[in-house]
């Protein structure tokens, strides 16, 4: 079969080669990929700055699909579902965070598209308890972004909760950005999206949306309006979905005193010039957030059966598998908001 591969470290050294179609067995479930979307960790490995642990490895973890096979141990999944999958593949399933069902701290995790084969391919492994089977009402194209809704589940409603009337400003109008303030709208949150100029497309779509407000942060008073919408507090929650210092420093500033300030976009470097004083004498609940787990899944699978989360508005490209590196330089180029790698047309 077909799959976009990473053959060796370094800038690019990627290519769509032909692989082994893969087989099932014990507790695997075989999916027939229809759609992956692009991850921003994704172009870190394509342009080197991710170094995946095993390669050559196929990428691609955000997809859809359905099931063509099953192993002998499966018995919640059937062949023809339409599924999605979370993307830990094994886990140690001994630790703290394993009995706990806190796979994303397991130490010894591995995760499709990264350690083992993912799914910018025709076909793609998982296994039955990371294989959600999906509703009616949620489209193969709108399951593919499961996985980083998920990730904005799990920072909106696991490491923090959203009451209603909250105030919250969120940094970065990107995937992540536009889907974290979704959630925060649709558990009643007030929100305020900032971007920069280059942002344009993003901004505007997410007014349409519905988000409350939108800044541009270059040419607008992000610190005179956070402060008009809060009565002078600064907000309740700040995201920062951006991985920008800058802009984490200007958010520790607008956070509420005793706020809680929640990071979930990844730094470039690994030590960095943090306002560490804004955190003490504000009393900031400064919060890590490390991608999603099992019941992050149900809370973003919930969302989108209920129709929470406008998906089709921000899927503004798909590709087919084999015109994968024109995806890719699409979303480098920051011309798209959501692009998709389309494996194959379904017959369901």
């Known amino acids: 079969m077909k ?22 067995n014990d507790d695997k479930v075989k999916i027939k ?18 170094n ?21 141990s499966v018995t919640k999944v059937q062949v023809g579902d339409r599924v999605t999958s979370e993307t830990t593949f094994t886990t140690c399933g001994e630790c703290i965070y394993c009995i706990e069902k806190d796979y994303n701290l397991c130490a010894l995790r591995t995760g499709i598209g990264t350690q083992v084969d993912g799914s910018m391919a ?11 089977v999906l509703t009616e009402n949620i489209s193969l194209e709108a399951a593919a972004l499961t996985e980083p809704l ?17 105030k919250v400003l969120v940094f970065g109008p990107g995937p992540i950005g536009l889907l974290l303030s979704q959630v925060v709208k649709a558990k009643g949150g007030i929100v305020i999206l900032a971007g920069i100029t280059k942002d344009k497309k993003r901004l505007e779509l997410a007014q349409n949306i519905g988000i409350d407000k939108t800044i541009d942060i270059l040419t607008q008073d992000l610190k005179g309006i956070v402060e008009a919408y809060t009565d002078g507090y600064g907000a309740d929650k700040v995201f920062d979905c951006s991985g920008t210092i800058p802009a984490v420093n200007q958010g520790l500033q607008l956070t509420k005193k005793k706020g809680v300030f929640v990071q979930v976009g990844l730094f470039p470097e690994k030590m960095n010039k943090m306002d560490q004083e804004a955190i003490i004498q504000r009393e900031i609940h400064y919060i890590g957030c490390r991608s999603q787990k099992p019941s992050s899944w149900k809370l973003a699978l919930d969302l989108l059966d209920n129709e929470k989360i406008n998906i089709d508005k921000m899927i503004t490209k798909v590709v087919p ?7 890719f330089e699409t979303v480098m180029a920051g011309d798209e908001i ?11």
């Not at 976009?4 to 099932?24: F, Q, R, S």
């Not at 959501?338 to 369901?348: A, D, H, P, R």
Request: hydrophobic share 40%.
């Open 321 to 327: 598998l084999d015109e994968w590196r024109s995806g």
């Open 150 to 166: 998920a990730c904005c589940a799990h920072a909106a409603l696991e490491k923090t909760s959203i009451q209603p009337g909250d």
């Open 338 to 348: 959501k692009v998709l790698i389309q494996s194959g047309e379904m017959s369901v």
């Open 52 to 72: 995946v642990r095993s390669s050559p490895v196929v990428l691609g973890h955000e997809f859809s699909g359905v099931v063509v096979e099953i192993g002998e």
């Open 33 to 50: 990929v229809a759609y992956t979307g692009i991850c921003g960790s994704d172009i870190h490995t394509f342009k080197g700055q991710y």
């Open 122 to 132: 025709e076909y793609v492994i998982a296994r039955e308890e990371s294989v959600h």
């Open 3 to 24: 799959a976009v591969t990473k053959l060796k470290a370094g800038y690019d050294n990627m290519a769509l080669i032909d692989v082994d179609e893969p087989t099932v």
